[in-house]
């Protein structure tokens, strides 16, 4: 379980979602940080747009994830190990 999770989690890391989604959360910080001039405002800002892009982005980015695996998912339920611990370490390292 623990080799799956350790694989898709670095697998996700190199995605370049991952680096788009950065980018966003980044550039908009910033941009808030700069045109609201309050660090308060800035942050409370921010924490809006967490809650509600947050659940949104991570369900589509999960789902694309799943569906561009699709193939090492069959791969990986071809060999002898329990089918727990394939979708444990997948579900753990895209959560994490």
Avoid at 35 to 48: E, H, P, Q, T, V
Avoid at 54 to 59: A, Q, R, V
Wanted: glycine share 6%.
């Amino acid at each position: 379980m623990f080799k799956i999770l350790k694989y898709s989690f670095f697998d996700l890391i190199r995605s370049r979602w991952s680096l788009i989604y950065f980018l966003f959360y980044f550039i908009s910080s910033i941009s808030l940080l700069y045109l609201g001039g309050d660090l308060s405002k800035a942050m409370i800002s921010m924490m809006n747009i967490i809650i509600i892009l947050s659940p949104l982005i991570s369900t589509l980015f999960g789902i694309m994830y799943y569906y561009n695996s699709r193939e090492f998912i069959e791969l990986l339920l071809a060999q002898p190990v329990r089918r727990t611990s394939i979708f444990a370490g997948q579900y753990l390292g895209l959560s994490i």
